[in-house]
Nanobody, 116 residues
Framework: QVRLVESVGGLVQPGGSLRLSCAASGFTFSSYAMRWYRQAPGKERELVAY????????NYADSVKGRFTISRDNAKNTVALQMNSLKPEDMAVYYCNAHVGNSVYWGQGTQVTVSS
């Protein structure tokens, strides 16, 4: 079955950096685009970053452009989100996401806290 497992997030000071990773299994990873979403308390889940099957295309939410970078390693079935210059408004639960066939799969989510 499809599994998406995010790495542990953490607490980081404003201006700091954090790297999230997501290990995928149960499907042909290189055949599917991958996404990172986030959900802050009281807010809807929002798309943060997208990467195409082979990484040739990436897209970002305006709020994270120039600060976040999505990447993937198809040999290891992993997708990563490098987050730099973190702001308090980046604090949220971050989710790895895959659309496989007609189904949508989510990781369990990982908390990112940005606070001094």
């Amino acid at each position: 079955q499809v599994r998406l497992v995010e790495s542990v997030g953490g607490l980081v000071q404003p201006g700091g950096s954090l790297r999230l990773s997501c290990a995928a299994s149960g499907f042909t990873f290189s055949s599917y685009a991958m996404r990172w979403y986030r959900q802050a308390p009281g807010k809807e889940r929002e798309l943060v970053a997208y990467i195409s099957r082979f990484g040739s295309t990436t897209n970002y939410a305006d709020s994270v452009k120039g600060r976040f970078t999505i990447s993937r390693d198809n040999a290891k079935n992993t997708v990563a989100l490098q987050m730099n210059s973190l702001k308090p408004e980046d604090m949220a639960v971050y989710y790895c996401n895959a659309h496989v066939g007609n189904s949508v799969y989510w990781g369990q989510g990982t908390q990112v806290t940005v606070s001094s």
